[in-house]
């Protein structure tokens, strides 16, 4: 009598043409990150962790989450940033022991016990839309082109949802960051609100059928 299969993750994974993720390879990737990723990147482990990676202005470039692994450190974020975010940091990756690359494959997630991403060989279809509610549900902000280096993580909430660490030292854009948080300058803040945006409501950061998340004044 054979016994049944186990379950493997790649079972409740879905696929998201909204996901891409780089990749960085070599002994020097985590110090690399370090002084660009919001997160602590010397306490990562093989769960994913939100971050987000801001400008010297402390404007979000990309958002997303990290996970260390046996080769260096996963990067999972919207597919309309993947090039922006290799060229935004090709520069300092000349002089660093690290790799980076777009991994081809489409990307999966999964939302239960916890959410979690994995390269999805052959892959077809798209479950975007789960992802986008998941994400609408919890408050949690997937910046793309529309919204990339207009905001400051506070105003995203990616703050709130722990996507910063202000003990970490410095990285690009921390001066910044740190002096809105502790001046508590930031006037503009994550709202949910219900129904679909206006067209032209420059404000929005994530759209799915539950509802949307717009940069408001706080208050409002």
């Known amino acids: ?5 186990q379950q493997s993750p790649l079972d409740t994974m879905h696929p998201s043409h909204a996901l891409a993720m780089i990749r960085f390879i070599g002994a ?6 370090q ?5 602590d990147t010397t306490a990562l482990t093989d769960r994913w962790q939100l971050t987000a990676l801001c400008n010297i202005k402390g ?4 958002s997303g989450w990290v996970q260390r692994t046996d ?11 993947a090039e922006r975010a290799m060229d935004f940091l090709a520069p300092y990756l000349r002089f660093a022991k690290t790799a980076a690359v777009v ?19 052959g892959a077809e279809g798209d479950a975007t839309e ?4 998941h994400l609408y549900a919890a ?44 001046r508590g300058e930031v006037k503009r803040r994550l709202q949910a609100l219900e129904g679909a945006p206006e067209s032209d409501d420059a404000d929005v950061v994530l759209v799915s059928k539950a509802g949307y998340l717009a940069v408001r004044k706080v208050g409002t």
């Open 103 to 121: 991994v081809e494959d489409p990307i999966g997630y999964r939302l239960t016990p916890e959410l979690a991403f994995v390269s999805l060989p």
């Open 59 to 62: 404007r979000v470039v990309a």
């Open 28 to 33: 020097d990737a985590e110090k690399f990150l």
């Open 71 to 81: 080769e260096g450190i996963d990067w999972v974020l919207h597919a309309s940033l």
């Open 35 to 39: 002084g660009y990723l919001t997160t």
């Open 130 to 133: 789960a992802l986008l509610a």
């Open 139 to 182: 408050r949690i902000t997937l910046v793309d082109s529309t919204s990339s280096e207009r905001h400051l993580p506070q105003m995203l909430g990616l703050t709130d949802a722990g996507a910063v660490s202000f003990s970490k030292g410095c990285y690009l854009g921390q001066e910044v960051v740190a002096r809105a948080q502790h």
């Open 1 to 5: 009598m054979t016994s049944p299969r």
